[in-house]
């Protein structure tokens, strides 16, 4: 993987500075990566993500989710929120970018940061003064403490012409490697060294006292043509293999033939922040990998020890069923040997080997009995059997246990790392449907379901969306919504069935623990909210003429989780639709137990597919869909 040369980060900075410059820092966020979030305001929202130590990148909006704050975040936010960022400008020849805040167009404050392994970042007054700093710069070292002023590595050579290539080239011990001055002596990292040497047609590895002086003049006429390419340049591009992912604004034409997928991205920036989100990617993937190298070693290992044991108790399963077998084979001399009478065992192939009060010891074709003088033979036989029988029994528990086991193993083999999606909420807010406001859901035949929180929403529900071709549901019991079947004059007997099913659950019934109740349902024209002359209607009721149409419906909700707009939706639902675009879901019927809990039983299923479990957002969201705050999850 190739990291931002300085170059990058001139060209980066250029751009961003252009679009950030003058806007106003809203808040400091840490994520949890140990990235730091500048957030910013200058008409829309948008955030600048630092990564110390590796890059940085514009986002248009705020992401939805952060880390804990740390005390570099905390310092962050005391000394440049409510500061205008007045520019960022990176550190010539070095990969340094300095962010200055103040107001009025005055430097107060400066931040700056390191993105080369071992860096640090620092927070400074308007004269480089360190008020704060995050990591311990190897670079700088004791120069880069609270109190002192911040100092930057010493300058290196500035590529500006090819002049000045030139002489910097035939400076060098001419033992070196081609490839390695231009990539370290001019300050161009991998990439373009490479690409350099490919356009002059010579290899990296190349001494410099085999260069020609034709050569040396074209590697230096090559660079300063392609440090102006990559000034003037406004694309972006991400060259992607198992081995290689790099950055650039320009195309690098050395990557070509082998096997690096060139990406081509609107910016720069575009490009940095896809490079950065894969590169956390690949970090998961090799941690996932590892984690579950060691679990199924972990399996592995006690799977052997249970193979071990379940071997074992078969062999003494074995044994003790061969002695209660022995018994009953020698039953009638082992009952005379244990009542003493001499003549019933005597000459029958037994030997005393011990004896006492309570028990005899003895030896049958080559095994050794224990035989109880207080218990019938045939008694103590049956007991062994039995003892064998459960230690045959526990062997088989076993053998179930090491086939869980392997099938965790074999779960483990397929387990995917999970891609890296880091939500960003724009400043422009999607666009809400009418029926949202509600509670509501589809059947599965996609029609509409719509429900009424309380009773105000029932009525404003039935004056504002009520159409000719709707049906109005209602539960036969004080305290249920009413629920409106979109274009429900043409739904089939199923649809009818869960929309009424949907109206009873949100009923008082579920409150009641009931597992049925009846609702009606009636057409539009079947409302009334006009009362007869001599009479009122209370706030939040109407009148409905007859006749009604009764449906008997068992209470219960599945719910389950939908995707929109690169997020989670939990959703509530007759179980056909809710199964049809959730790929988890659970049944939940009235019960005791709190919504919050239940809540949670969707991360198992969540785990179960390898996707995260629920933020506390989506887990408060989905406790909210149950009714009442109460219920139980069911099979089915």
């Not at 252009?18 to 979030?37: C, H, I, K, P, T």
Request: with cysteine; glycine share 8%.
């Amino acid at each position: 993987m190739s990291e931002l040369a300085s170059v990058d980060l001139e060209v980066w900075a250029s751009r961003v500075s252009e679009q950030a410059s003058g806007s106003l820092v809203v808040n400091v966020y840490r994520m949890e990566d140990g990235s730091y979030l500048i957030r910013l305001r200058k008409g829309d929202q948008f955030t600048i993500r630092l990564v110390p130590r590796f890059c940085a990148f514009l986002v248009q909006g705020v992401y939805e989710r952060r880390g804990e704050l740390d005390e570099f975040a905390k310092l962050a936010r005391r000394e440049i929120n409510k500061l205008q960022l007045l520019s960022i400008e990176p550190v010539e020849g070095e990969r340094i970018l300095t962010f200055s805040f103040g107001a009025r167009g005055s430097v107060s404050r400066l931040l700056i940061s390191e993105l080369f392994p071992g860096g640090c970042t620092a927070i400074t007054t308007h004269d480089h003064t360190i008020i704060g700093i995050e990591g311990v710069s190897k670079t700088t070292g004791m120069r880069s403490q609270v109190g002192s002023r911040y100092q930057p590595p010493e300058r290196r050579v500035s590529v500006t012409s090819a002049d000045e290539v030139l002489s910097t080239l035939t400076s060098r011990s001419g033992r070196e490697r081609i490839g390695q001055v231009v990539a370290r002596d001019l300050g161009l990292g991998r990439k373009y060294s490479n690409e350099v040497l490919y356009r002059c047609g010579i290899a990296p590895l190349t001494k410099i006292t085999e260069l020609s002086d034709e050569s040396m003049k074209r590697i230096a006429e090559s660079v300063e043509s392609l440090v102006k390419e990559v000034r003037s340049s406004t694309a972006g591009w991400l060259y992607v293999s198992q081995e290689e992912l790099s950055p650039s604004p320009i195309r690098l034409y050395h990557f070509e033939g082998k096997g690096v997928e060139p990406i081509a991205l609107p910016s720069l920036n575009d490009a940095i922040k896809a490079y950065y989100e894969e590169h956390l990617n690949r970090r998961a993937a090799a941690s996932l990998e590892e984690e579950v190298s060691r679990r199924k070693k972990s399996l592995e290992e006690e799977i052997s020890k249970k193979r071990a044991a379940s071997s074992s108790l078969l062999t003494e399963a074995e044994s003790v069923r061969n002695v209660a077998s022995l018994m009953m084979r020698y039953l009638g001399s082992l009952e005379a040997l244990r009542k003493r009478i001499p003549e019933g065992y005597s000459g029958m192939g037994l030997r005393v080997v011990e004896e006492s009060s309570d028990r005899i010891i003895v030896e049958i074709e080559g095994n050794r009995l224990v035989v109880m003088t207080n218990v019938p033979v045939s008694q103590q036989a049956s007991v062994l059997f039995e003892r064998a029988k459960n230690l045959t029994r526990g062997a088989r528990n076993i053998e179930e246990e090491i086939r869980g086991l392997e099938v965790e193993i074999e779960k483990l083999s397929r387990k995917r790392p999970i891609r890296v999606e880091e939500p960003i909420r724009t400043s422009q807010r999607p666009r809400r449907e009418w029926y949202t406001a509600y509670r509501w859901c589809f059947t599965s035949g996609g029609k509409l379901v719509v429900a009424g929180r309380d009773s105000s929403s029932n009525v404003r529900l039935l004056k504002r969306h009520l159409e000719d071709d709707d049906l109005v549901f209602h539960a036969e019991l004080r305290g249920s919504p009413v629920a409106v079947l979109k274009k429900g004059s043409e739904a089939s007997e199923a649809e009818i069935r869960e929309a009424a099913c949907f109206c009873a659950s949100y009923s008082r019934a579920w409150r009641e623990l009931l597992t049925s109740v009846s609702v009606y349902w009636v057409r539009p024209d079947q409302i009334d909210f006009t009362p007869p002359p001599g009479t009122y209607l209370p706030k939040g009721s109407f009148i409905i003429k007859p006749p009604k149409q009764y449906v008997t419906s068992e209470l219960g909700i599945s719910i389950g989780l939908t995707y929109v707009d690169g997020g989670r939706e939990p959703i509530a639902g007759p179980h056909g639709w809710v199964s049809s675009v959730s790929r988890v879901h659970m049944k939940v019927v009235p019960g005791e137990k709190r919504s919050i809990e239940i809540a949670r039983t969707l991360n198992e299923l969540l785990a179960e597919i390898n996707e995260p479990p629920l933020t506390d957002e989506e887990l408060v969201r989905t406790s909210s869909l149950i009714p009442f705050g109460k219920g139980r999850v069911v099979k089915g």
